[in-house]
């Protein structure tokens, strides 16, 4: 890294005309399917010692590396692969009669070079992720991982060009000055997932040289429990979602409100189920993981001691190991910050309310959550709930299992999020949407052309029209 007056640039930093060059490599879909497959074949390959990263870094047991991580990355490429052909095929569209003769197609095609900003909460899941509908579309992609998650970030550094192609792939790393380096490159498309703060860092960037962004941000995705629930498996599904990955996902129930007649039961549901889940003492659990660092650690600290919550069920911390307890914040202060701010934690308020309608009114005048989560037996009730609150994504009865569908588009709407991906909606988020309409030269009628007389303005109002 050197400085300059202006601003820093990276010397060590990619080639981002070699790489935009190397693109032309992956332009067939067979060479793309071959790209994915060698990233699939290596994440296999190297199972274990990805997982061994991701416990290092957040804790992760095996089975959610797999599942959240390494297996949700091979599922992506494999999905990608499988439609490679259905979504690059020319798409054929209907002329309206002042075009004809002739045919329109909408076609696909590469944008560049793409360059992913990833996260630390899913530190593989992430960088991958969107690297994959990258290199489906055609593109080469620069992956800058999180250097808060050091273990991953290292082999992703170490594995990920040679498995790729040092042609089409480069990763860097290192902390905010080199992002914000990388950052100034003339890239194609940037796409960063992260916190609202430095997304809008990330499109003030990327403006300069008006570059297109999608931005995956985060959001206070609360989940609505009606009086009519079935409220043991809403308490369990709302445990699992939260506490996986230690409360630290974008899509987690970030708080419950429930209607007041049944709040009581679901909280000591709630607690029964994070015990039957993670033991009497959860830092024993081999499937809870820990804070991504002790700053985390004390911001979760500070939430619990300032939320003024009527009681804390759970609250234990040990800022030597990054634990900290699946807590149950009952009735927090309104005005206190967990309430104010994505937790991005395994503290959860639980908020009885006697007028659900004035409660959803306020959610829609906030920030777009990223996600809802609605639990309701009623199908008519959970309809008129999602119609009444927008959100990014949602889920009727469950939570997380959006992301487990992978052509359900995912991304959020203005402070969640600009833009989505997963599926088929990736694809076209890094492909430009190349529109072409091709017509033979005869017929070639002189009526079409100036200069017009009474009969062709009448006819080329009607047509136009």
């Known amino acids: 890294m050197t400085m300059t007056s202006d601003r820093p640039t990276v010397t060590t930093g990619p080639d981002i005309e070699?790489?935009?060059?190397?693109?032309?490599?992956?332009?067939?879909?067979?060479?793309?399917?071959?790209?994915?497959?060698?990233?699939?074949?290596?994440?296999?390959?190297?199972?274990?010692?990805?997982?061994?990263?991701?416990?290092?870094?957040?804790?992760?047991?095996?089975?959610?590396?797999?599942?959240?991580?390494?297996?949700?990355?091979i599922g992506q490429s494999r999905y990608a692969r499988r439609h490679l052909r259905e979504w690059t095929r020319p798409r054929r569209v209907a002329l309206p009669a002042v075009a004809r003769p002739g045919r329109a197609r909408v076609i696909p095609t590469p944008v560049g070079v793409v360059c992913v900003v990833a996260p630390w909460n899913y530190p593989l899941n992430l960088a991958l992720a969107p690297a994959v509908a990258a290199l489906a579309a055609g593109n080469a992609v620069v992956v800058k991982p999180s250097e808060l998650a050091p273990a991953t970030s290292a082999l992703i550094e170490r594995h990920l060009p040679d498995v790729l192609g040092r042609d089409i792939c480069d990763v860097v790393t290192g902390g905010a000055e080199i992002t914000s380096a990388l950052l100034?490159?003339?890239?194609?498309?940037?796409?960063?997932?992260?916190?609202?703060?430095?997304?809008?860092?990330?499109?003030?960037?990327?403006?300069?040289?008006?570059?297109?962004?999608?931005?995956?941000?985060?959001?206070?995705?609360?989940?609505?429990?009606?009086?009519?629930?079935?409220?043991?498996?809403?308490?369990?599904r709302i445990v699992w979602g939260k506490f996986i990955n230690a409360g630290q996902t974008c899509v987690a129930p970030d708080h419950v409100i429930v209607e007041r007649e049944v709040a009581d039961r679901l909280t000591a549901l709630i607690r029964s189920e994070i015990e039957r889940a993670f033991g009497e003492d959860p830092s024993e659990s081999p499937d809870y993981g820990r804070i991504i660092n002790g700053h985390h650690v004390e911001r979760l600290s500070r939430l619990i001691a300032n939320s003024g919550a009527a009681e804390v069920i759970g609250g234990r911390i040990d800022p030597a190991t990054r634990y900290v307890e699946p807590t149950i914040l009952v009735e927090p202060d309104p005005t206190s910050e967990v309430l104010s701010e994505e937790i991005f934690g395994p503290l959860l308020p639980v908020l009885a309310v006697d007028d659900l309608d004035a409660t959803l009114d306020s959610i829609r005048r906030g920030p777009t959550p990223l996600a809802m989560y609605v639990f309701s037996s009623s199908d008519d009730r959970a309809r008129a709930i999602l119609e009444r609150v927008p959100s990014?994504?949602?889920?009727?009865?469950?939570?997380?299992?959006?992301?487990?569908?992978?052509?359900?588009?995912?991304?959020?709407?203005?402070?969640?999020?600009?833009?989505?991906?997963?599926?088929?909606?990736?694809?076209?988020?890094?492909?430009?949407?190349?529109?072409?309409?091709?017509?033979?030269?005869?017929?070639?009628?002189?009526?079409?052309?100036?200069?017009?007389?009474?009969?062709?303005?009448?006819?080329?109002?009607?047509?136009?029209?």
């Open 18 to 73: 070699r790489l935009r060059a190397g693109a032309d490599a992956i332009r067939s879909i067979g060479e793309r399917s071959d790209r994915l497959r060698r990233l699939e074949e290596h994440l296999r390959a190297h199972e274990a010692e990805y997982a061994e990263a991701l416990a290092s870094d957040l804790g992760k047991s095996a089975t959610e590396a797999w599942s959240t991580e390494i297996g949700f990355v």
């Open 392 to 465: 990014g994504g949602a889920v009727v009865n469950h939570t997380l299992l959006q992301l487990a569908v992978h052509e359900l588009p995912f991304g959020g709407m203005g402070e969640s999020g600009h833009g989505s991906y997963h599926g088929r909606a990736g694809f076209d988020r890094l492909s430009h949407l190349r529109s072409v309409l091709q017509r033979p030269t005869r017929p070639d009628p002189r009526i079409a052309y100036p200069p017009y007389g009474r009969v062709a303005r009448s006819l080329l109002r009607r047509l136009t029209g």
């Open 184 to 236: 100034a490159e003339r890239f194609d498309h940037i796409f960063y997932t992260g916190g609202g703060r430095v997304g809008r860092i990330v499109m003030e960037a990327a403006a300069r040289h008006l570059t297109p962004v999608t931005l995956e941000l985060g959001g206070r995705s609360p989940a609505i429990v009606c009086s009519d629930a079935d409220l043991a498996v809403t308490a369990r």
